[in-house]
């Protein structure tokens, strides 16, 4: 079978690659791409902004991690053709006892090295794909991955830290921000959750939170007892710093902003208060099936992931696909769709 595969072969220019594959494959699903969101390192790739050595090791490379689509062909027969799944990006060739899937440095990651899910077809192992949900609309499940993120980083948590959470705060008011914390109030509905930001309009989205602060008005002797820590990029330093000097003792902050350059981490106080800092990064087929578990049981929590469903986009040729892109750089909320149909 002839695939063609649509590639980033140099900023802001995209090409058409012929892939041959064995359909009758029994190891693998043939799915076809209905939706997919773009994501944040799509467009650093996109844009040039990874550096000269990232881009010449990892071009040309098909984009997008963030998708789903429906089963056109199944070797053996077990999926219905036309079932709606969730495809997942990360793809071990090994396994471990102690360390999961995503931290193994063997595993493959589809638009970070590997060609993503600009296809017109995904051959996928039969532990890569989630059947979805029927209430999950094909938009908000478009963006299933970053919500795959938020449950992982929030499951090394509960395992690293301690058991007072009464108030947890989330600093970062951009898309992995609202849906960790949104996850958060949902999950410990006892605690609270504070969200800290600088942008007044994306605050005003988070209305299930107990509060949100402007990151330069925050009350004197206001305090958490965890973070986690959304914003990334150039501003993960201040807002690591300012957790640092409100968290209380003890208190664990989870990373999840990921930024190109190292930054400065006040280690003096991380000593002085006993904090534990807790990396997290991507996440794996767990991690799918307990978000795809999760959703189904609480249709509130999709109501409001709708919210974040900045555009969708009819994806029809390469031109339109640019025209997308370029859009998604200048959207001031939410995520932006393709629908492919390309």
């Known amino acids: 079978?002839?695939?063609?595969?649509?590639?980033?072969?140099?900023?802001?220019?995209?090409?058409?690659?012929?892939?041959?594959?064995?359909i009758n494959d029994s190891a693998c699903v043939v799915v076809r791409p209905t939706h997919l969101s773009i994501c944040a390192a799509d467009q650093r790739y996109y844009t040039g902004k990874r550096g000269k050595e990232a881009l010449a090791k990892k071009l040309p490379m098909a984009l997008i991690h963030e998708g789903v689509g429906e089963v056109v062909f199944d070797p053996r027969g077990e999926i219905a053709?036309?079932?709606?799944?969730?495809?997942?990006?990360?793809?071990?060739?090994?396994?471990?006892?102690?360390?999961?899937?995503n931290y193994l440095r063997t595993s493959k990651f589809r638009s970070s090295g590997y060609d993503g899910f600009m296809q017109d077809y995904i051959f996928l192992r039969r532990d890569r794909f989630i059947a979805l949900p029927a209430n999950l609309n094909p938009p908000v499940a478009a963006f299933t991955e970053l919500v795959t993120v938020a449950m992982h980083a929030i499951s090394r948590f509960e395992r690293k830290s301690h058991t007072r959470r009464q108030v947890f705060g989330v600093w970062g008011d951009g898309n992995l921000g609202y849906i960790t914390a949104l996850l958060l109030k949902k999950k410990f509905k006892a605690c609270k959750v504070y969200v800290f930001g600088k942008t007044a309009f994306k605050l005003e989205n988070f209305s299930f939170a107990d509060a949100t602060y402007h990151i330069n008005e925050i009350p004197e002797r206001l305090a958490?007892?965890?973070?986690?820590?959304?914003?990334?990029?150039?501003?993960?330093?201040d807002a690591v710093g300012q957790i640092i000097d409100i968290i209380n003792p003890e208190g664990s902050i989870a990373l999840l902003g990921v930024s190109e350059y190292p930054i400065e981490v006040n280690t003096r106080m991380v000593l002085e208060k006993g904090l534990t800092l807790i990396g997290s990064s991507r996440s794996g087929y767990q991690d799918f099936k307990t978000?795809?578990?999760?959703?189904?049981?609480?249709?509130?929590?999709?109501?409001y992931l709708e919210t974040l469903?900045?555009?969708?986009?009819?994806v029809r040729s390469i031109a339109d696909l640019i025209h997308t892109f370029e859009k998604d750089l200048t959207s001031p909320w939410g995520k932006t769709i393709l629908e492919w149909q390309i």
């Open 291 to 303: 978000t795809v578990g999760f959703l189904s049981e609480n249709p509130d929590v999709i109501e």
């Open 309 to 314: 469903v900045g555009s969708v986009n009819a």
């Open 1 to 22: 079978m002839i695939n063609q595969v649509y590639r980033l072969v140099s900023p802001r220019q995209f090409e058409i690659a012929y892939t041959d594959y064995a």
């Open 81 to 101: 053709t036309g079932t709606k799944v969730v495809m997942v990006p990360n793809t071990p060739v090994e396994t471990d006892d102690v360390i999961a899937e």
């Open 224 to 237: 958490v007892d965890h973070a986690f820590e959304c914003v990334g990029g150039a501003g993960s330093q």
